[in-house]
């Protein structure tokens, strides 16, 4: 399933109308965009990549000029714009950041329009084959009848077509591997229970709906053997990913079990650490009502204080491996994940 | 604020339909009650221990009789149903049991109903001065300036007026500790986003709504100092709690943040092990729609499994001491919990 592409403009599946409904929007401009990204249409760190990278080629297409000096000015601001749609991921910047760099060094409007689409369709090839890649090294590390606990989603709704922690997942299923699911709820906005289940129940793959707040009393149970979780972001001494990432990753130690994280390496952001990274703070409204398109369901005092990360950080002592493209990486990571970022291109 | 009362029937707040409206129910028949304490209408452990003596009143009253021996019978198998409309917490069978026992030690129906009706007063009086006590005891461990943070509703709403874990709070800003309030949202039926949060706003106490997943982010910023819980059960080795309960156990644990259930001493079974007691595990729709009342909402695909255990035991080894109404007891919970069940009458 693919779920974001081009064709004369940005295609892409509406995620905040799953499970009801299956609808394809057509985006036609870099403020659609950006409000598609800021309203979650379209989420998950892979995808936004390539979001990023075809919304300059909306920026380059958008209006008219004659000055190619005039026209790249006007691109690099709405790039600018987009980069900065949503701030924790680095991968929105780096999408639009490659391509760019193509309309950079074109020497005509004309060209630079081509060179940028060529470089988008490009991300999201890249994309698509580093997921099948991530998916088999990450496959290796499930047993058959594993019990895998995941949250958010991080499959094809979140990548463009494969995924990264649920692309280990269908990896390997196809494999052979027989693999059961918890997917937890992902509040406040519910990835997990929306778009991860309907995914797995797409692909025919076994799945339990939890709530986040279940998640101890499985791994106390016994019912969880493995937990992979995606990425927004991996720096130098932990990674960011959705708000309930880190409680899982203190859960998985305290019981023992393995804690796997999928991403690509352009998630990496070695030069950095975690308290160097600006963590999103999103509205109150995503705890007051019911999910975002329902506001009339109300389900907390319109006048109460909320506190509302989007995403936490996990320190690496609790991660066991982390899966990429260019194969599975164990601690020491200080070690190791330079070793592994030098074959980045 | 009473949350249950007498007055020719049973009286009580419609927790469902907070905190958008605010309505007394009036409850005539057992059905009716059963209904309503399935629905969660009332809900927390003592002021189901309420329910369930006044239950009992309304099974003297509901039918006309003339034969003593076949009133009684009529009556036990009432509180019989009444006694299983929830398996988790003991205190609603504490207080249908107490009632019946004053039922068959009369020996007219007059009687019956008269000391049936005395008895349920006495249980509500009795929790509401025990919630007090407790909340003296447990004040003594909040310091000025603390974050607390909990789950559920463990106020007024929960009990019949004041509080277990909540009126702990509320005993510690009576006697002028500034305190602030961590309330996690506690999914699927969200008593933290919809009860918790109405009722603390309504005493004047800060407080802050946080998703359950949100546990982890705030113990790791520091901005947590203490967790304080209600209990549906405690036995042997270790007591039941609201789901997510024990996640937020072992997140306090691997922070080195005290952790406190608060329960009266109604809510010990002290025969009993964790392995010995039924989880209830309720509709898969508490996670497929937004809430109960809203079905038309839907957050998951109808035809997802669903997992939703509506308790989870914690370990005693989690637990830095047991807040009740003759004090406050810390480990050896094995030596020292005997002690004071033996100051229950």
Redesign the interface.
């Known amino acids: 399933m693919r779920t974001i592409f081009w064709e004369d403009c940005i295609k892409m599946i509406d995620q905040t109308l799953l ?2 409904t299956f609808k394809i929007l057509e985006i036609r401009s870099v403020d659609e965009l950006i409000e598609a990204i800021k309203r979650l249409a379209i989420r998950g760190a892979p995808a936004l990549e390539a979001a990023g990278g075809y919304g300059v080629v909306l920026a380059t297409r958008e209006k008219k000029f004659e000055d190619f000096e005039e026209f790249k000015d006007y691109v690099k601001e709405r790039a600018n714009q987009l980069a900065n749609a949503r701030p924790t991921a680095v991968n929105l910047g780096v999408g639009v950041e490659r391509v760019l760099k193509k309309v950079f060094e074109a020497s005509s409007i004309e060209e630079a329009r081509k060179k940028a689409l060529e470089e988008a369709e490009k991300i999201a090839e890249e994309d698509i084959i580093r997921n099948k890649l991530m998916g088999g090294f990450g496959a290796k590390l499930i047993e058959d009848g594993d019990s895998i606990l995941t ?1 958010c989603n991080t499959g094809s709704l979140a990548t463009v077509e494969w995924g990264t922690a649920l692309g280990v997942i269908k990896s390997a299923k196809l494999e052979g591997k027989n693999v059961r699911v ?1 997917a ?5 906005l ?1 990835q997990g ?2 778009l991860t ?2 995914e797995l ?1 797409r692909d025919g793959i ?13 791994m ?1 149970k016994e019912m969880v053997d493995k937990v992979i979780v995606g990425a927004d972001r991996i720096v130098r001494d932990g990674f960011f990913n959705k ?2 990432t ?2 899982l ?3 998985a ?2 019981h023992g079990i393995p804690f796997f994280v999928a991403a690509p390496l352009t998630t990496f952001d070695w030069e950095k650490k975690m308290e160097d990274v600006v963590i999103e703070e999103r509205s109150a409204d995503e ?2 009502y ?2 975002v398109k ?1 506001r009339s ?5 319109e ?7 989007a995403f ?2 996990t320190p690496f002592k609790y991660v066991t491996a982390l899966i990429t493209e260019k194969g599975v990486i164990f601690p020491p990571y200080e070690r190791e994940v330079p070793k592994i970022l030098k074959l980045r291109k």
């Not at 937890?184 to 406040?188: Q, S």
């Open positions: 499970p009801e949250i918890f937890c709820e992902t509040r406040p519910n229970s929306r289940t309907w129940l076994d799945v339990i709906l939890i709530t986040d707040s279940m998640a101890g009393i499985v106390q708000i309930g880190y409680t990753a203190v859960l130690k305290e705890l007051k019911c999910h329902c369901c109300i389900i907390a005092p006048n109460v204080k909320v506190y509302n990360p936490d950080p």
